[in-house]
C-alpha cells in the first residue's frame, strides 16, 4: 500500500458505523477439506497470502480534516494475523455441521470487534476428523466483499498448493472468483426525475410503510441465528439455471419471486392477509462503473411486490425481473452508492462513537420483508470466455474442496430474513438466515422448506 492513510469509500464506511451492538458485518466462508493436512504449509500460506491483501492487514483510524471527522485505512502489518487451529465443538446431536462451525468460531464471531486496534481477517483450521478439515476464513465487511473473500481464498489454497507440491496449480491465476463480478462497463447517467421519486419511494417505504414480514414464535430480542443450508442437485441445479419452459430465466428473479410467494403462503396458514413485499438484493458493482474501484463494490436494490401482483406466479415473476432490469438502467447501484456518500458527510461534524450510535439507530428503523445475496458461481470455469456452473478450484496438494458454507454473520440493519445463493461445482446451494428473534429453528426449516418448494415445484 503506497499511501498509509486511504480514506474508506462510502460503503466501508457505513459498515464501520453500523458495527454496533449485535450488528457484527461478518462475512464468513468455510471451506470443507478431504484428505491429509500438512499444518506448517498452512501456516505458512496464511503467512503469504495477506502480503497480498493490504486491506486484510489494516485497522481504520479518524482523522479530522476541516472541523470534519473521516475514517481512513492505517496500514498495520506489524499487527498479528489471527490463524487458529482447534477440534470441531459439537452444539448438539441434531445439529448440523454449519451450525457447529459457528458454535465453535462464536467466541470470535460475537466478540466486539475493535477496528482502530485489530485486523479484520481471521482463520481458523477446524479439526472434524482425521482426513476432514474446515477451513473457516472471515473477515469484518469493512475490509472486503464477497469477492474479495473469494480471490483471497483462491490465492490461500494455491499459495498452500504450492508448498505442499512445490509446483503452483494449473488454475492459480484464472480470473473471475465470483462470476457476478463479471459486468459490462457503463458511464454514469445523471439521475432523471422518474429514477429519484423510484429511489426516494423505495427509501422510504421502510420507514413510512413497514413491509410485511412472516409471522413466527420467535424469542423477542434474542440475538442468535439460524442457519438453514440446502444443497440440490446437479440435475435441479441445472434445471434452475435454465430458461426452457420457465417464466424467469434469471435465478435471482426466481429467487426473489419464491421467497414473496413463501411469505404469502406462511401468512395465510395463520390467517394474516397478504401485504406488500420488499427485497434488497445484493448487487455487485466491480467493473460497472469506471471510478468505483473499491474493496467493497456490493451495493443494493430494492424490488417490491403488491399483493394483486402476486396472484399469477409467472406474470408475478416476469414483473421482478421487469423491475431488477429496469433498476439496472436507472443505475439504482450507483445511487443507492451516492445515498451512502451523502449520508456519510451530512453526520461528518460528529465523531465516530456518536456517529456510530445515530447510524446504527437509522438503519435498524428501515426494514425489509428478506434480502437476497446471489453470487453466481463460486471460482467459475470458463467455456468460450464464459462462466460456466462448474469451479476450477477443487483440490489444494492433496486435500478435496468438497464444499463451501458461505454466510453474512449478523449484518446491519434490521434484516430478519437473508437468503444467500452461490453455484459450487455445478450445483446451487442455498443458506437462509433467520434471526432467532422472529423464527424458532423449526420455523426457519419450515420457511425454507416452501422457497424451495416454489423454486422446485412451481412455474417459475
Same mark, same amino acid.
Not at 488454475?171 to 457503463?186: D, Q
Not at 401468512?267 to 468505483?292: F, H, Q
Not at 442455498?430 to 424458532?440: E, G, P, V
Given at each position: 500500500?503506497?499511501?498509509?492513510?486511504?480514506?474508506?469509500?462510502?460503503?466501508?464506511? %457505513?459498515?464501520?458505523?453500523?458495527?454496533?451492538?449485535?450488528?457484527?458485518? !461478518? !462475512?464468513?466462508?468455510?471451506?470443507?477439506?478431504?484428505?491429509?493436512?500438512?499444518?506448517?504449509?498452512?501456516?505458512?500460506?496464511s503467512?503469504?497470502?495477506?502480503?497480498?491483501?493490504?486491506?486484510?492487514?489494516?485497522?481504520i483510524?479518524?482523522?479530522?480534516?476541516?472541523?470534519?471527522?473521516?475514517?481512513?485505512?492505517?496500514?498495520?502489518?506489524?499487527?498479528?494475523?489471527?490463524?487458529?487451529?482447534?477440534?470441531?465443538?459439537?452444539?448438539?446431536?441434531?445439529?448440523?455441521?454449519?451450525?457447529?462451525?459457528?458454535?465453535?468460531?462464536?467466541?470470535r464471531?460475537?466478540?466486539?470487534?475493535?477496528?482502530?486496534?485489530? /485486523?479484520? #481477517?481471521?482463520?481458523?483450521?477446524?479439526?472434524?476428523? =482425521?482426513?476432514?478439515?474446515?477451513?473457516?476464513?472471515?473477515f469484518?465487511?469493512?475490509?472486503?466483499?464477497?469477492?474479495s473473500? %473469494?480471490?483471497?481464498?483462491?490465492?490461500?489454497?494455491?499459495?498452500?498448493?504450492?508448498?505442499?507440491?512445490?509446483?503452483?496449480?494449473?488454475? &492459480?491465476?484464472?480470473?473471475?472468483?465470483?462470476?457476478?463480478?463479471?459486468?459490462?462497463?457503463? =458511464?454514469? &447517467?445523471?439521475? &432523471?426525475?422518474?429514477?429519484?421519486?423510484?429511489?426516494?419511494?423505495?427509501?422510504?417505504?421502510?420507514?413510512?410503510?413497514?413491509?410485511?414480514i412472516?409471522?413466527?414464535?420467535g424469542?423477542?430480542?434474542?440475538?442468535?441465528?439460524?442457519?438453514?443450508k440446502?444443497?440440490?442437485?446437479?440435475?435441479?441445479s441445472?434445471?434452475?439455471?435454465?430458461?426452457?419452459?420457465?417464466?424467469?430465466?434469471?435465478?435471482?428473479?426466481?429467487?426473489?419471486?419464491?421467497?414473496?410467494?413463501?411469505?404469502?403462503?406462511?401468512?395465510?396458514?395463520?390467517g394474516?392477509g397478504?401485504?406488500?413485499?420488499?427485497?434488497?438484493m445484493?448487487?455487485? %458493482?466491480r467493473?460497472?462503473? &469506471?471510478?468505483?474501484?473499491?474493496?467493497?463494490?456490493?451495493?443494493?436494490?430494492?424490488?417490491r411486490?403488491l399483493?394483486h401482483?402476486?396472484?399469477?406466479?409467472?406474470?408475478?415473476?416476469? #414483473?421482478?425481473?421487469?423491475?431488477?432490469?429496469?433498476r439496472?438502467?436507472?443505475?439504482?447501484?450507483?445511487?443507492?452508492?451516492?445515498?451512502?456518500?451523502?449520508?456519510?458527510?451530512?453526520?461528518r461534524?460528529?465523531?465516530f462513537?456518536?456517529?456510530?450510535?445515530?447510524?446504527?439507530?437509522?438503519?435498524?428503523?428501515?426494514?425489509?420483508?428478506?434480502?437476497?445475496?446471489?453470487?453466481?458461481?463460486?471460482?467459475?470455469? /470458463?467455456?468460450?470466455?464464459?462462466?460456466?456452473?462448474?469451479?476450477?478450484l477443487?483440490?489444494?496438494?492433496?486435500?478435496?474442496?468438497?464444499e463451501?458454507?458461505?454466510?453474512?454473520?449478523?449484518?446491519?440493519?434490521?434484516t430478519?430474513?437473508?437468503?444467500?445463493?452461490?453455484?459450487?461445482r455445478?450445483?446451487?446451494?442455498?443458506?437462509?438466515?433467520s434471526?432467532?428473534?422472529?423464527?424458532?429453528?423449526?420455523?426457519?426449516?419450515?420457511? %425454507?422448506?416452501?422457497?424451495?418448494?416454489? #423454486?422446485?415445484?412451481?412455474a417459475?
Amino acid at each position: 500500500m503506497q499511501d498509509a492513510n486511504l480514506r474508506l469509500d462510502a460503503i466501508s464506511e %457505513m459498515l464501520a458505523l453500523s458495527s454496533f451492538g449485535n450488528g457484527k458485518n !461478518i !462475512i464468513f466462508c468455510g471451506l470443507d477439506l478431504k484428505g491429509p493436512m500438512d499444518l506448517q504449509a498452512f501456516h505458512e500460506a496464511s503467512r503469504q497470502s495477506v502480503t497480498d491483501f493490504p486491506h486484510f492487514v489494516s485497522t481504520i483510524r479518524e482523522i479530522k480534516i476541516n472541523g470534519r471527522y473521516h475514517l481512513v485505512r492505517q496500514h498495520s502489518p506489524d499487527l498479528p494475523s489471527w490463524f487458529g487451529v482447534q477440534e470441531l465443538k459439537i452444539r448438539e446431536s441434531s445439529a448440523s455441521l454449519l451450525d457447529n462451525i459457528l458454535y465453535t468460531l462464536s467466541p470470535r464471531l460475537d466478540r466486539d470487534w475493535d477496528l482502530f486496534q485489530e /485486523l479484520p #481477517l481471521e482463520m481458523h483450521l477446524i479439526r472434524v476428523s =482425521e482426513r476432514h478439515h474446515v477451513l473457516a476464513i472471515f473477515f469484518h465487511h469493512v475490509a472486503g466483499d464477497v469477492g474479495s473473500l %473469494m480471490e483471497f481464498a483462491q490465492v490461500f489454497m494455491a499459495n498452500y498448493h504450492e508448498l505442499f507440491t512445490g509446483q503452483p496449480p494449473d488454475w &492459480k491465476h484464472e480470473p473471475l472468483p465470483v462470476s457476478s463480478s463479471r459486468k459490462a462497463p457503463v =458511464e454514469k &447517467k445523471q439521475e &432523471k426525475s422518474q429514477a429519484w421519486l423510484d429511489r426516494v419511494g423505495g427509501t422510504l417505504s421502510g420507514f413510512l410503510r413497514p413491509p410485511a414480514i412472516p409471522l413466527g414464535n420467535g424469542d423477542r430480542g434474542n440475538d442468535e441465528q439460524y442457519h438453514i443450508k440446502r444443497v440440490l442437485s446437479p440435475r435441479d441445479s441445472q434445471e434452475l439455471a435454465g430458461s426452457k419452459g420457465r417464466a424467469c430465466a434469471s435465478l435471482p428473479d426466481r429467487l426473489t419471486a419464491a421467497t414473496h410467494l413463501a411469505v404469502d403462503q406462511w401468512n395465510r396458514e395463520r390467517g394474516i392477509g397478504p401485504g406488500t413485499l420488499t427485497t434488497s438484493m445484493t448487487v455487485n %458493482m466491480r467493473g460497472r462503473y &469506471k471510478d468505483l474501484d473499491n474493496p467493497n463494490n456490493s451495493a443494493l436494490i430494492f424490488l417490491r411486490s403488491l399483493p394483486h401482483e402476486r396472484r399469477n406466479p409467472n406474470e408475478f415473476c416476469r #414483473l421482478l425481473a421487469m423491475q431488477r432490469v429496469r433498476r439496472f438502467r436507472t443505475q439504482s447501484d450507483s445511487s443507492y452508492y451516492q445515498n451512502l456518500q451523502r449520508f456519510n458527510n451530512t453526520f461528518r461534524i460528529l465523531p465516530f462513537h456518536l456517529r456510530r450510535r445515530l447510524v446504527s439507530f437509522v438503519m435498524n428503523k428501515h426494514q425489509v420483508s428478506v434480502a437476497i445475496t446471489p453470487l453466481g458461481v463460486l471460482w467459475p470455469t /470458463l467455456q468460450e470466455g464464459r462462466p460456466t456452473g462448474e469451479t476450477f478450484l477443487k483440490k489444494s496438494g492433496a486435500l478435496d474442496v468438497t464444499e463451501v458454507h458461505g454466510i453474512g454473520y449478523k449484518l446491519a440493519s434490521n434484516t430478519r430474513l437473508l437468503l444467500v445463493a452461490y453455484a459450487f461445482r455445478d450445483q446451487v446451494n442455498l443458506i437462509l438466515t433467520s434471526s432467532a428473534s422472529l423464527f424458532t429453528r423449526q420455523e426457519s426449516e419450515q420457511f %425454507m422448506d416452501l422457497i424451495m418448494e416454489n #423454486l422446485l415445484h412451481s412455474a417459475l
